[in-house]
């Protein structure tokens, strides 16, 4: 069965330093990628997602993400973190090509960006 | 166009009763999915419902139910509570359902439930 491996449950980083965060998944088969974000007391927003074509795929606010099918990763990277990234961010697969269509998702790694 | 709207926001409960959480997917979308969310197990997928049949469950026991209604909208019940199902409850919805051609899923604010 598919899991989602978040290697890192918190990760602080100091305001404008780089940032990665680790995403493994386990099986080789056909799978969309996705990073969610969760801000405290709020639900889930889609941060990015990869279905097909380039490996490499961006968000609106500067975080980016390469799926590499031969190490099953997706790992999220942003080159500066603001205060406002501050957050719990949860990476998800979903088969494709299947009947079911859930989702899922990793542990999630909180973001803690200081001053 | 309006997100998912999901009601109550907050509900608790005490053990051994019964909850009923709702969900007004976005309109014109036709599938909605639970998803139970806990500090210790994270995220897990609870079932999906598509044209008011339930199209996929996860691993969760015969106390967690589910409906939906010929506008989509969908209801979760949880009978008998116990301590454990506390956590998050939040619901998404899609156009369609399965993955052959891809259907993302937005997500309510979520329903937190706390079980006494």
């Known amino acids: 069965a598919q899991s989602v491996t978040q290697l890192d449950s918190q990760v602080p980083v100091f305001e404008e330093a780089p940032v990665e965060l680790r995403c493994n998944y386990s099986?080789?088969?056909?799978?969309?990628l996705f990073w969610y974000v969760q801000y405290p007391n709020q639900g889930l927003q889609l941060l990015l997602k990869?279905?097909?074509?380039?490996?490499l795929v961006e968000s609106i606010n500067g975080f980016e993400a390469e799926f590499n099918k031969s190490q099953t990763s997706f790992h999220l990277r942003k080159p500066s973190v603001h205060i406002s990234d501050t957050a719990e961010y949860f990476c998800?697969?979903?088969?494709?090509?299947?009947?079911?269509?859930?989702?899922?998702f990793g542990k999630g790694t909180k973001l803690s960006v200081k001053p | 166009k309006a997100g998912v709207t999901q009601t109550p926001r907050y509900l608790i409960k005490t053990r051994g009763q019964q909850v009923t959480l709702s969900c007004s997917p976005i309109s014109g979308h036709r599938s909605v999915s639970w998803y139970q969310q806990t500090p210790g197990q994270g995220l897990q997928f609870l079932f999906e419902y598509f044209s008011e049949t339930q199209r996929n469950k996860g691993n969760f026991p015969g106390r967690f139910s589910g409906r939906q209604f010929s506008n989509s909208r969908s209801e979760m019940n949880v009978s008998t509570l116990e301590l454990g199902d506390s956590a998050l409850y939040l619901c998404a919805s899609s156009f369609g359902t399965g993955t052959g051609i891809y259907n993302e899923q937005f997500f309510g604010p979520g329903t937190r439930l706390t079980v006494l």
């Open positions: 099986s080789s088969v056909s799978v969309y």
């Open positions: 990869y279905l097909s074509g380039s490996t």
């Open positions: 998800a697969v979903m088969n494709y090509g299947g009947s079911q269509g859930n989702l899922i």
